[in-house]
């Protein structure tokens, strides 16, 4: 949602911006969620959470054409075309609704200094192409080799975060970007430009975590 806004609003009030492990492509992701037994059985775990929150919500729940089809809904885009597409008549399907909510068309219109942190075994949502990242100078991307989804956990005793490190070293960049001139450039990752990226290893227990 923050990359889309970002890429819709090229003059949004947004000083910087960080997006941990963000889908940018949907209808590649729903077709990676559905491609083997396993991404399906993951898949279909992450669809009880968002069909709990409906039940809880009577306004929501008591719009829902079929409650039972939402029930059965196997994946996450089963559960979109059941709850979803008919609560919004501008989609036709899910696919659709991926197609005009992606980030990815409006990626090279981002204007706002924008950091991405991602794994490039992320199961779930893997890091944008360096391609597609390369077209804005805007954007930088933090890639680790192992982490998973959102697992950018360290071989350390206190279990720290390399995601968390390099989102802290953007943040002071902006704040002493700020305090110099009043204004963010394009921001860099460990001194290098944005265009490029960071590859760092993570560790076993990211790999263990990270799912």
Avoid at 36 to 49: G, H
Wanted: charged share 15%.
């Amino acid at each position: 949602m923050l990359l889309k806004h970002l890429g819709t609003n090229p003059s949004s009030p947004v000083t910087a911006a960080i997006a941990c492990s963000p889908p940018v492509d949907y209808r590649d992701i729903a077709t990676q969620l559905e491609a083997n037994p396993l991404a399906l059985l993951a898949n279909f775990f992450m669809a009880i959470p968002p069909k709990i929150s409906t039940m809880m919500s009577p306004v929501v729940r008591n719009q829902v054409p079929s409650l039972l089809r939402m029930l059965l809904a196997p994946t996450v885009r089963s559960f979109e075309e059941a709850v979803l597409i008919p609560l919004l008549p501008e989609y036709s399907d899910a696919y659709d609704y991926y197609a005009q909510n992606n980030p990815s068309s409006t990626f090279n219109c981002i204007a706002t200094p924008t950091l991405i942190v991602s794994s490039t075994d992320d199961p779930i949502t893997p890091p944008p192409s360096a391609a597609l990242v390369g077209e804005n100078d805007r954007v930088a991307l933090a890639t680790v080799d192992y982490g998973g989804h959102l697992g950018f956990f360290k071989c350390d005793l206190f279990c720290g975060s390399w995601g968390d490190e390099v989102c802290v070293d953007f943040c002071l960049q902006v704040l002493e970007q700020m305090k110099g001139k009043g204004e963010v450039n394009s921001p860099t990752v460990n001194q290098r430009k944005s265009a490029h990226v960071v590859k760092r290893r993570g560790s076993l227990r990211g790999v263990a975590l990270g799912f």
